[in-house]
């Protein structure tokens, strides 16, 4: 099993920046790629970014060029940096992980619990 723990939500004015962080603990096999999702009221969850074990990165067009991610293998954390933000970035941010067997040869999936994200107008 695999725990994930999010840190470093909170209320920020537009045009500031936070810096979030997950914290997996457990399981964690090499093959893997953790990622941030967000969920604002009324609307579905939708992928942030994501990097993968070598640090290959992915992310939606709305935060190309304000958002980072980045992740520390030694310590098994996952960091999003979030600069120039917007009020429409206001939403829950969860940290997800998926993890490949190569002895069940299937995908793991993982969440955290969440942390609140508000930019204020």
């Known amino acids: 099993q695999v725990q994930l723990v999010e840190s470093g939500g909170g209320l920020v004015q537009a045009g500031g920046s936070l810096r979030l962080s997950c914290a997996a603990s457990?399981?964690?096999?090499?093959?893997?790629?953790i990622g941030w999702h967000r969920q604002a009221p009324g609307n579905q969850r939708e992928l942030v970014a994501s990097?993968?074990?070598?640090?290959?990165?992915n992310y939606t067009d709305s935060v190309k060029g304000r958002f980072t991610i980045s992740r520390d293998n030694a310590s098994n954390t996952v960091y999003l940096q979030m600069n120039s933000l917007k009020p429409e970035d206001t939403a829950v941010y969860y940290c997800?992980?998926?993890?490949?067997?190569?002895?069940?040869?299937?995908?793991?999936?993982?969440w955290g619990q969440g942390t609140q994200v508000t930019v204020s107008s």
């Open positions: 457990g399981r964690i096999l090499n093959r893997n790629v």
């Open positions: 990097i993968t074990r070598d640090g290959r990165t």
């Open positions: 997800n992980a998926n993890i490949f067997s190569l002895i069940t040869s299937r995908w793991s999936h993982y």
